[in-house]
């Protein structure tokens, strides 16, 4: 394994870019591989087995084309598949991500928050795990918010019908008095704006990204792969959907031109 070569990162769909952007701005020199798994997504609505099959064959490809790390962006798969990875594709470091209740109960003055996440994440073993070990006398809201990956992958970020889909989940985190709402999946860090609108500004509204970049430094660091190049790294993605679809909703969420190609990686029964 070298430093020069790139980090692997996936998801189910566009929302992982999130989890890009705070690692691209803290290691620039970095290149990251990035696969979105729009043909499965979202993932939420998924068993986990079939989490788990996509989750190995993602992996499996981003090692073929030489990730020396791999970022598992997308809570879904973190929680229902990274120790399946783990075992299946050794060799290669995983950074996974969860939801950060512990911040957010460190953050509460009111002892209530919200978690806004997938379905999958919110009847998971390692939401409940999360809040028995860092919740003490808080009260954590988990909603299971199915509907708003969709809207991130159409690209409707703002307005009323974003508005609309937001209201049966933070209407009552508001009603309880919450002042923390916790972004449980990377796809949610694009309605903040609208999130933070709707829940008004003494609600904080945070989320794993930067955290889970940084978790991703100090595994590289610590494994002596850091990137030692002074050239800008570049970014790449690929997708199991339609290139004309993700394409032009990448581009709106990066803000730039992108890179972007079809690969679909077959589950192996080997
Ligand atoms: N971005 C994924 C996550 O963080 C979304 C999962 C899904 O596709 O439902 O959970």
């Known amino acids: 394994m070298s430093n020069n070569q790139p ?101 509460t003055k009111s002892k209530n928050i919200g978690v806004l996440a997938t379905p999958r994440t919110v009847s998971g073993e390692r939401l409940r795990w999360l809040i028995e070990t860092h919740g003490g006398d808080v009260k954590v809201h988990s909603v299971a918010a199915a509907g708003l990956v969709e809207l991130v992958e159409a690209g409707i970020l703002s307005g009323p019908r974003v508005d609309a889909a937001l209201r049966p989940f933070l209407d009552p985190m508001i009603g309880a008095g919450v002042d923390v709402v916790v972004l449980g999946c990377t796809h949610y860090p694009y309605l903040r704006s609208a999130i933070q609108a709707y829940v008004g500004p003494e609600v904080a509204v945070i989320d794993s990204g930067t955290a889970i970049a940084r978790r991703t430094q100090s595994v590289l660091d610590v494994a002596g792969l850091l990137s030692a190049s002074f050239e800008p790294g570049t970014w790449s993605i690929q997708t199991s959907g339609d290139v004309a679809e993700v394409g032009p909703v990448a581009e709106l969420l990066t803000g730039g031109p992108v890179a972007i190609l079809h690969r679909d990686p077959k589950a192996r029964t080997d």
């Open 7 to 107: 980090i692997g990162m996936f998801d189910s769909g566009v929302g992982g870019l999130s989890v890009l952007a705070e690692l691209h701005a803290l290691r620039p020199t970095e290149t990251i591989l990035y696969y979105a798994d729009n043909a499965y997504c979202p993932y939420g609505l998924r068993p986990p087995e079939e989490i788990r099959e996509r989750s190995v064959a993602i992996a499996r490809l981003l090692v073929e084309q030489g990730a020396k790390a791999i970022v598992v962006a997308c809570n879904t798969a973190s929680a229902m598949a990274i120790d399946h990875v783990r075992q299946q594709v050794p060799g290669v470091p995983f950074i996974g991500l969860e939801p950060a209740v512990k911040p957010g109960v460190a953050m």
